[in-house]
């Protein structure tokens, strides 16, 4: 197969149906998404990892893939193809097995490029709106027939992560953290778009790039990649977007709101496709979609007035490569939205659980501010509900570079409760994977402290089950109705949502 007319490598030419596939970090939520789509078109599929969690683990019995915890060499048999995981390390055994064997080894990031990019391949990359977008963009092609490949760095609400479809069109979503353990090109590299959705570029990462310069320049190369024949479909409400998007070679779209720009009195959007007059409440966003004079009225389940601006730019891309605008519309009314993406765990009058992947101070202030929009601190009762917010960030979260990103940060929280923070571990000069002590990631305590310079309720609680109890007595005791407790973070808070919902089914219930 050919990734856009770039040459295959051999290992790819040589798979079959037939074909096994094992995948060395199997747990991770874009290579387990990858095996299930693999093992549903057909080719044989196993797995390794470290250890096995929901949801990935129940998704991976549920499709009935073969998966074993740790690393086995004597496992694994003799694969055609070994995928190995960004997070599983580059020297384990099983890795060295396969490169003793001379088996053909790819990244994740690779394997999206070879085997799921067809000829006419959308990409959606940005530092933020990438997952839901790449999501409602593979829903709005499959319900208008394309039969689309994608893949998706989120677990849709309807649909699985991951397809090989049998169409010409692709939608893949375009990583730009590093393909592999010691591979720190961004993902988006291997994925050759002649269509490109924008969202936003604003510095993140900072474990990978260490200045802003180094982030914005892979963006910059993305989009001279796009050849001359494609298109680009970028939000110029960002100030980042609008500056590597000058390099393009092709046509360019572009959307976003019709406000004027902070800090360029006098001028307007040069949106192509503008959304207006939004909208919101409990059950989710209406708002309108203009292109000139022509309008659409668009109605979405998802909360979060951030999303009016993502379905906007799906529209956009959607309509400009021909699809109707009544389809897009429809497509967008079904659309369930992800999982971990301002998701509903709980609800009831007097508290609301919401567990969210903002894992950088950056996403967290956006999501806390769509909190308190879509929950008023003005309720019937005239009482103030409370926002309780616990936060653990990304690996590049936790670096001394972002200290600077959390001043007001969480000034949408009424409380900020920081947990025991994941252990991390980084690749070693030579390559292998160790605990370090240079150069350490910010640990819980020393978090804490660093948001209490600006905010007058921040707790550091290392113990879980103490959290756990915590949390709930804050809210049960609150004589206010509409309290939100928010779980913000990428790792999955060790049981700890589930065990709050579980407590606050049996105390309210």
Same mark, same amino acid.
């Given at each position: 197969?050919?990734?856009?007319?770039?040459?295959?490598?051999?290992?790819?030419?040589?798979?079959?149906?037939?074909?096994?596939?094992? !995948?060395?970090?199997?747990?991770?939520?874009?290579?387990?998404?990858?095996?299930?789509? !693999?093992?549903?078109?057909?080719?044989?599929?196993?797995?390794?990892?470290?250890?096995?969690?929901?949801?990935?683990?129940?998704?991976?019995?549920?499709?009935?893939?073969?998966?074993?915890?740790?690393?086995?060499?004597?496992?694994?048999?003799?694969?055609?193809?070994?995928?190995?995981?960004?997070?599983?390390?580059?020297?384990?055994?099983?890795?060295?097995?396969?490169?003793?064997?001379?088996?053909?080894?790819?990244?994740?990031?690779?394997?999206?490029?070879?085997?799921?990019?067809?000829?006419?391949?959308?990409?959606?990359?940005?530092?933020?709106?990438?997952?839901?977008?790449?999501?409602?963009?593979?829903?709005?092609?499959?319900?208008?027939?394309?039969?689309?490949?994608?893949?998706?760095?989120?677990?849709?609400?309807?649909?699985?992560?991951?397809?090989?479809?049998?169409?010409?069109?692709?939608?893949?979503?375009?990583?730009?953290?590093?393909?592999?353990?010691?591979?720190?090109?961004?993902?988006?590299?291997?994925? $050759?778009?002649?269509?490109?959705?924008?969202?936003?570029?604003?510095?993140?990462?900072?474990?990978?790039?260490?200045?802003?310069?180094?982030?914005?320049?892979?963006?910059?190369?993305?989009?001279?990649?796009?050849?001359?024949?494609?298109?680009?479909?970028?939000?110029?409400?960002?100030?980042?977007?609008?500056?590597?998007?000058?390099?393009?070679?092709?046509?360019?779209?572009?959307?976003?709101?019709?406000?004027?720009?902070?800090?360029?009195?006098?001028?307007?959007?040069?949106?192509?496709?503008?959304?207006?007059?939004?909208?919101?409440?409990?059950?989710?966003?209406?708002?309108?979609?203009?292109?000139?004079?022509?309008?659409?009225?668009?109605?979405?389940?998802?909360?979060?007035?951030?999303?009016?601006?993502?379905?906007?730019?799906?529209?956009?891309?959607?309509?400009?490569?021909?699809?109707?605008?009544?389809?897009?519309?429809?497509?967008?009314?079904?659309?369930?939205?992800?999982?971990?993406?301002?998701?509903?765990?709980?609800?009831?009058?007097?508290?609301?659980?919401?567990?969210?992947?903002?894992?950088?101070?950056?996403?967290?202030?956006?999501?806390?501010?769509?909190?308190?929009?879509?929950?008023?601190?003005?309720?019937?009762?005239?009482?103030?509900?409370?926002?309780?917010?616990?936060?653990?960030?990304?690996?590049?979260?936790?670096?001394?570079?972002?200290?600077?990103?959390?001043?007001?940060?969480?000034?949408?929280?009424?409380?900020?409760?920081?947990?025991?923070?994941?252990?991390?571990?980084?690749?070693?000069?030579?390559?292998?994977?160790?605990?370090?002590?240079?150069?350490?990631?910010?640990?819980?305590?020393?978090?804490?402290?660093?948001?209490?310079?600006?905010?007058?309720?921040?707790?550091?609680?290392?113990?879980?089950?103490?959290?756990?109890?915590?949390?709930?007595?804050?809210?049960?005791?609150?004589?206010?109705?509409?309290?939100?407790?928010?779980?913000?973070?990428? $790792?999955?808070?060790?049981?700890?949502?589930?065990?709050?919902?579980?407590?606050?089914?049996?105390?309210?219930?």
């Amino acid at each position: 197969m050919e990734a856009n007319g770039t040459q295959t490598s051999t290992s790819s030419s040589k798979l079959s149906k037939s074909s096994h596939i094992h !995948f060395i970090g199997i747990c991770g939520v874009a290579t387990s998404a990858l095996a299930i789509a !693999f093992h549903k078109a057909g080719y044989k599929v196993t797995g390794s990892d470290k250890g096995f969690f929901p949801p990935v683990s129940t998704n991976l019995e549920k499709a009935g893939v073969e998966f074993y915890a740790g690393w086995h060499p004597e496992k694994m048999g003799k694969p055609d193809l070994v995928v190995i995981g960004t997070a599983s390390g580059s020297e384990n055994p099983e890795t060295a097995k396969a490169r003793e064997l001379s088996i053909p080894e790819l990244s994740d990031a690779q394997v999206r490029g070879q085997y799921f990019t067809k000829q006419n391949a959308i990409v959606t990359a940005g530092t933020w709106g990438k997952t839901s977008s790449t999501a409602l963009l593979a829903h709005i092609l499959r319900e208008a027939g394309k039969k689309p490949s994608y893949v998706v760095g989120g677990i849709p609400a309807d649909l699985d992560p991951a397809e090989l479809g049998e169409g010409d069109w692709s939608v893949i979503e375009g990583d730009e953290y590093k393909s592999g353990p010691t591979d720190l090109k961004p993902k988006f590299a291997y994925l $050759h778009p002649t269509y490109l959705l924008l969202s936003a570029v604003s510095w993140d990462h900072a474990d990978v790039y260490p200045t802003e310069d180094a982030y914005f320049a892979v963006f910059e190369k993305l989009v001279e990649e796009v050849p001359e024949s494609g298109l680009i479909v970028a939000c110029v409400d960002h100030p980042g977007v609008r500056k590597v998007i000058g390099l393009a070679k092709c046509r360019v779209v572009r959307y976003g709101s019709p406000r004027l720009r902070k800090g360029e009195a006098g001028k307007r959007s040069t949106a192509d496709y503008q959304y207006m007059q939004v909208g919101q409440s409990r059950d989710g966003l209406r708002f309108g979609i203009c292109q000139g004079k022509v309008c659409y009225a668009a109605e979405s389940q998802l909360l979060g007035n951030f999303q009016a601006e993502n379905i906007t730019g799906c529209f956009a891309l959607a309509k400009e490569i021909g699809i109707e605008p009544k389809d897009i519309l429809k497509a967008i009314s079904s659309f369930g939205g992800i999982k971990r993406r301002l998701e509903k765990r709980f609800e009831s009058e007097q508290v609301t659980v919401i567990d969210d992947i903002a894992h950088s101070p950056e996403k967290a202030k956006a999501v806390l501010h769509e909190l308190r929009d879509v929950y008023p601190r003005s309720t019937s009762s005239g009482q103030a509900g409370r926002i309780i917010a616990i936060f653990e960030p990304n690996i590049g979260g936790r670096s001394p570079e972002a200290a600077t990103k959390y001043t007001d940060a969480f000034s949408g929280a009424d409380a900020v409760i920081i947990p025991r923070l994941t252990q991390l571990k980084v690749a070693s000069p030579a390559g292998s994977t160790s605990l370090t002590t240079r150069n350490s990631p910010i640990e819980g305590k020393d978090l804490a402290d660093l948001i209490a310079r600006g905010h007058s309720d921040v707790r550091y609680i290392p113990n879980d089950d103490k959290l756990v109890e915590q949390v709930v007595d804050l809210v049960t005791r609150s004589p206010n109705a509409g309290n939100i407790i928010a779980f913000l973070g990428s $790792h999955g808070f060790r049981g700890m949502i589930e065990q709050v919902v579980s407590k606050l089914s049996e105390g309210l219930g």
